[in-house]
């Protein structure tokens, strides 16, 4: 079975800075997708960024990339010009080769201005 | 296009009561599955289809069932609500696999259970 830990329960930022949000995962897989996934307060789960575990270069999707170290079994977020709407919980998550999603705890980050 | 629409927004249960959570999708996805949210806690499965017919058990499918009689909808039943089933429920689908396709969740179900 495969589990998905965010060690950071709660985080801030000023606006316009740049923050980090940490993930690890733990598979015997070899072929799998990470994601990250934003839930703001009304409750939508809204996709940020995918990553395919075969591809090295990093995902990047405007103000958002990815650090996706295999070796490590990491996957952090990095969100750039941190906004107000950016205000959210923050989830990582994996998805195995039978298409099982498993989500790590959240991370919630508050962006202050 | 509506999306993911799911209903009802709020529900309040007796122990022991039935009922259905509804989730319709009009983008003629293929994948759908239904995911419980606990506080501090991840999404995690509780059953999947990849078409209609088809079903399968996720993570945690005890308590509920599913049926996909069409593309469209996929009901989540609880036969006898038990309070552990207290949860926010979300409903979610793909255009085929998870794996290469955006998912696209609901708005969420809030239930409680007394």
């Known amino acids: 079975a495969q589990t998905v830990t965010q060690s950071q329960p709660e985080m801030s930022v000023q606006e316009a800075e740049t923050v980090t949000l940490s993930c690890t995962y733990d598979?015997?897989?070899?072929?799998?997708?990470l994601f990250w996934y934003k839930q703001p307060p009304s409750r939508q789960m809204i996709l940020v960024i995918r990553?395919?575990?075969?591809?090295?270069q990093n995902a990047t999707e405007n103000r958002f990339s990815v650090n996706f170290q295999k070796a490590a079994k990491s996957f952090s977020l990095k969100i750039s010009d941190s906004q107000l709407g950016d205000t959210a919980m923050y989830f990582c998550a994996f998805m195995n080769a039978g298409n099982m999603l498993t989500f790590g705890g959240g991370t919630r980050l508050m962006v202050k201005p | 296009n509506a999306g993911v629409t799911q209903t009802p927004k709020f529900q309040v249960l007796k122990t022991g009561q039935s009922m259905t959570l509804q989730c319709a999708q009009d983008?003629?996805?293929?994948?759908m599955s239904w995911y419980r949210q606990d506080p501090g806690m991840g999404l995690r499965l509780i059953h999947y289809?990849?078409?209609?017919?088809?079903?399968d058990q996720g993570e945690v499918p005890n308590g509920y069932n599913v049926s996909r009689s069409t593309t469209e909808d996929f009901p989540l039943r609880l036969l006898s609500a038990a309070p552990s089933q207290t949860s926010v429920y979300f409903c979610?689908?793909?255009?085929?696999?998870?794996?290469?396709?955006?998912?696209?969740f609901g708005p969420g179900t809030r239930l409680t259970v007394l």
């Open positions: 289809s990849v078409g209609a017919g088809i079903t």
């Open positions: 983008m003629n996805h293929e994948y």
């Open positions: 990553q395919e575990a075969y591809k090295q």
């Open positions: 979610a689908s793909s255009l085929t696999s998870v794996r290469t396709d955006t998912q696209y």
């Open positions: 598979t015997s897989e070899n072929n799998y997708y």
